[in-house]
């Protein structure tokens, strides 16, 4: 329990900047429970700062996870789950495939690796689309087979890209008890960019708010802790 | 025409590819194997014949794996380091491409002399010289489809936690076999119809292949129909029976153009280098055409309208293949050597006695021959024809000329003229079917050359070489390059077959 409390992931001076673009976020410390809700307009850099915490963007700055930095990582190296708005599930995989696809780039045994994945596929009602090819899946099965993709291997924080954008309200609570239920049993936190689902704020432990410091299109990007 | 769903009816297109069929294959092949003698079946299966196959596919198989284990590597590091060196290293691969055959042979003659690598007329020259030949063609192809995957979905994976290695076994080549595949098919059937490489380096027997052999066989003071066209008919079963194993019901070719790809970037037009460089290479043509007499002149005109229609018409006629629905009419000029199905066509419809104009003839025979790359490359590319814009620009009240010019044209654009730039270099190396069909009354710049050289003026034949050269490369740096940018982390330039 004392664990739970304790300061998980850090960051310090995280900066993105680019040309005509820059970005900071304040200093903050994670526990292994929090839900951080990130709200900024449209065209404000959230994906972006999702990017350059996973390492596909380059960022300034310190972050730590479990006290170890791992900002000079490589991507692969950050044990980071990303759940890409777009989803880019893998087309020359099926469903079953794509969720087990982490599983198998760890070497984890191929008959343990199908039964979580099915075990997994079962509790999000994605059990008559296993073996289906990604073309054919609907959005919402997409967004819950990227959603798996990402948890399986157990990331040691979970970054969402709008992940109930497009679903019904339905889906929409199903997929976000899953992943309360799934992190906290993990103890994984989680960084949220959402608009369309109010319950993101309302369970958030942590929101972060954009705000624009200096001109319109090249002040400092920031965000405050509300 | 507007390329896109056809909307030819059904029974129409079979009757046309029926007939299409017909004309270009059955009816020459039928009149040939009409006159031949009971011998064939004999030579079929002689030791010699099956000797001679047996060398040829041990000989490609041999190259072939050798070209893939250094091409695969390579084309990788290319794609990946998109430093100013990797760049010099494509563009040189893509210089060596378009340089005709045996021009390339005479290179790589000098440069294996030069380093005592290899003695001439050995099996070891023959295969450094195919492996060489094939290098270039072989890493660009598989650049080309490394560098049409989505950066994104590669993005997906190493977030998984793949490495550099494991994204590569894991999403690029499962993504890309196929395309990798129709790289090597291509080669394939490059080795199995090489010529005038062989002929120079390996000199023929005991390192003959069935192309040399169909030649040998049918030299004009010692004709034998027969053997020649055993060996059509091996070299043909070859290459359906590797074409079939690589079932091809999908992605039938190299991918051209994926969706993703970002409109060119104006930043990445470099017009002043272009035009200095264009302004060099004339000055160059014009020194050389100023020292000439006249007939180099004529020959390098004759040669550039010649290519300039084949190029034009090979495109038209490859749009009209795939409104038809006729892929496999397409593919079908691949399944034996330009030199065959020159040939056979000389004897079925011509000997000497057509009175279409023979420019036009040529025009013809190469169109239908350079049939199946430009359908390899086009295909795909309309496949992806993203008809829900189309009729959304047709809704704001776009004819469908219009509404393709403003919604498929920007996209397919650089690709075309990257297609025309190629088969315009194929045409203007091409020999044997304007040998065959030109009835001496002109004398494109390839057939110039080759006369010079059988005559040994090797200054004069040098001197038609660097034309060649210039003007191909003319026309790839004008026309061939298209540029792109890629989404995501990887902002790397592409360029497509």
Not at chain 2, 147 to 167: F, K, S, V
Not at chain 2, 362 to 375: K, R
Not at chain 2, 474 to 479: K, P, R, S
Request: charge should be positive; proline fraction near 4%; include cysteine.
């Amino acid at each position: 329990m004392e664990k739970m409390n304790q300061a998980y992931v850090e960051f310090k001076s995280f900066l993105i900047e680019f040309p005509d673009f820059r970005l900071e976020l304040p200093s903050l410390e994670l526990r292994r429970n929090d839900w951080v809700s990130v709200q900024a307009p449209s065209g404000f850099g959230k994906t972006t700062l999702l990017r350059a915490i996973a390492g596909l963007d380059p960022a300034k700055g310190q972050l730590s996870i479990d006290g170890k930095r791992i900002d000079g990582f490589p991507v692969h190296e950050r044990n980071i789950g990303f759940v890409f708005q777009d989803h880019l599930l893998f087309s020359h995989l099926n469903a079953l495939e794509n969720v087990m696809v982490g599983l198998k780039l760890r070497g984890v045994n191929e008959d343990e690796s199908l039964l979580k994945a099915t075990e997994l596929m079962n509790k999000l009602d994605l059990e008559g689309r296993i073996h289906a090819p990604i073309q054919e899946l609907s959005g919402g099965e997409r967004q819950r087979v990227a959603l798996l993709r990402a948890l399986i291997w157990v990331p040691q924080i979970l970054l969402l890209d709008e992940p109930f954008k497009g679903l019904d309200e339905t889906t929409q609570r199903q997929m976000s008890d899953f992943i309360r239920q799934f992190v906290a049993e993990h103890g994984i936190p989680v960084l949220c960019v959402s608009h369309q689902n109010e319950g993101n704020q309302a369970w958030a432990t942590v929101s972060l708010v954009g705000q624009l410091l200096g001109e319109k299109h090249h002040g400092t990007r920031t965000f405050h802790r509300r | 025409m507007i390329p896109g769903k056809s909307r030819v009816p059904r029974w129409l297109s079979i009757l046309i590819q029926c007939g299409l069929v017909f004309f270009i294959f059955l009816y020459p092949f039928l009149t040939l194997m009409n006159k031949l003698s009971s011998s064939f079946w004999s030579e079929l299966f002689s030791s010699s014949t099956l000797y001679i196959v047996k060398q040829t596919l041990w000989m490609t198989g041999v190259s072939l794996l050798l070209v893939t284990v250094v091409a695969l590597p390579l084309a990788v590091w290319l794609s990946r380091h998109r430093t100013p060196f990797s760049k010099y290293i494509q563009s040189g691969f893509q210089v060596m491409w378009i340089l005709p055959n045996f021009v390339f042979a005479f290179l790589v003659v000098g440069v294996l002399k030069l380093f005592g690598v290899v003695e001439l007329y050995s099996l070891r020259t023959v295969l450094v010289a195919w492996f060489l030949v094939a290098l270039p063609f072989v890493t660009i192809g598989f650049t080309l489809a490394l560098d049409d995957l989505d950066p994104r979905e590669q993005e997906a994976m190493e977030t998984l936690g793949a490495t550099p290695r494991q994204r590569f076994w894991f999403y690029d080549f499962p993504k890309l076999k196929r395309a990798f595949a129709s790289t090597l098919f291509h080669q394939l059937w490059f080795f199995l119809t090489s010529f005038s490489l062989v002929v120079l380096l390996g000199g023929g027997p005991p390192h003959e292949t069935i192309e040399v052999s169909i030649y040998t066989s049918l030299k004009m003071d010692e004709v034998n129909n027969e053997r020649a066209f055993a060996f059509v008919v091996w070299q043909i079963l070859i290459l359906c029976l590797v074409r079939l194993a690589l079932n091809w019901n999908e992605s039938k070719a190299l991918p051209v153009g994926q969706e993703w790809r970002a409109a060119p970037s104006p930043k990445e037009k470099r017009w002043m280098g272009k035009l200095l460089l264009a302004l060099l290479l004339l000055l160059v043509s014009t020194f050389f055409l100023v020292q000439d007499d006249g007939d180099l002149l004529s020959s390098l005109v004759t040669s550039l309208a010649l290519s300039l229609l084949v190029s034009v018409f090979s495109i038209f006629f490859s749009i009209f293949l795939y409104r038809l629905r006729a892929r496999l009419l397409a593919e079908l000029a691949a399944w034996t050597s330009p030199l065959i199905l020159s040939w056979l066509w000389w004897r079925a419809y011509a000997i000497g006695n057509f009175t279409i104009p023979s420019l036009l003839l040529c025009v013809a025979v190469q169109t239908v021959l350079f049939a199946p790359w430009v359908s390899r490359m086009i295909f795909p590319l309309l496949d992806r024809t993203r008809y829900s814009e189309l009729q959304a620009a047709q809704s704001l009240g776009a004819s469908p000329f219009r509404a393709w010019r403003l919604v498929e044209w920007p996209r397919l654009r650089a690709d075309f003229r990257f297609i025309f730039a190629w088969i315009f270099g194929l045409s203007l190396a091409e020999v044997s079917s304007v040998i065959l069909f030109s009835k001496g009354d002109f004398e494109p710049l390839a057939v110039w050359v080759q006369n010079q050289f059988s005559r040994y003026h090797l200054g004069d034949a040098l001197k038609g070489t660097i034309l060649m050269i210039i003007y191909s490369l003319f026309v790839l740096i004008f026309l061939g390059k298209s540029e792109g940018v890629k989404h995501g982390k990887n902002e790397s330039s592409l360029r497509r077959i």
